[in-house]
């Protein structure tokens, strides 16, 4: 009868039961980190170094499913996409080129020549 009602069915544990109620928490948010925040910074990184690397002559994929090869290098936020030719008759065809923003570039599927340096003479 010395012990309160109260008191007896907290427990008396004090500070430590409510580390111990945010341990799930805790557990919880350190596996997402790992399992996938930090596997989505990896591959967001590599698409900026992919895209930062693009130079004439790669063949790309863009966001929209498009196939192309990469005629210029417009700015840093845009390329000269030539997707293909089209016929035009009478023995006529137009080459397709277009502009794309880079970031809007999902892969690039072969490198192309590297750039010849100009001699200096």
Request: glycine share 10%; charged share 25%; hydrophobic share 40%.
């Amino acid at each position: 009868m010395l012990i309160t009602p109260a008191y007896a069915q907290f427990g008396g544990v004090g500070a430590n039961s409510t580390i111990l109620q945010f341990m799930p928490l805790i557990l919880i948010v350190v596996i997402m980190y790992f399992l996938i925040l930090r596997p989505q910074q990896r591959k967001v990184k590599q698409h900026q170094e992919m895209i930062k690397a693009l130079r004439r002559g790669d063949t790309v994929v863009t966001n929209g499913g498009l196939v192309g090869k990469v005629t210029k290098v417009v700015d840093d936020d845009q390329v000269e996409l030539e997707l293909g030719t089209v016929d035009l008759g009478k023995g006529d065809s137009k080459t397709v080129r277009v502009r794309q923003l880079r970031s809007m570039i999902t892969d690039v599927r072969a490198k192309g020549e590297p750039v010849k340096e100009e001699s200096a003479s």
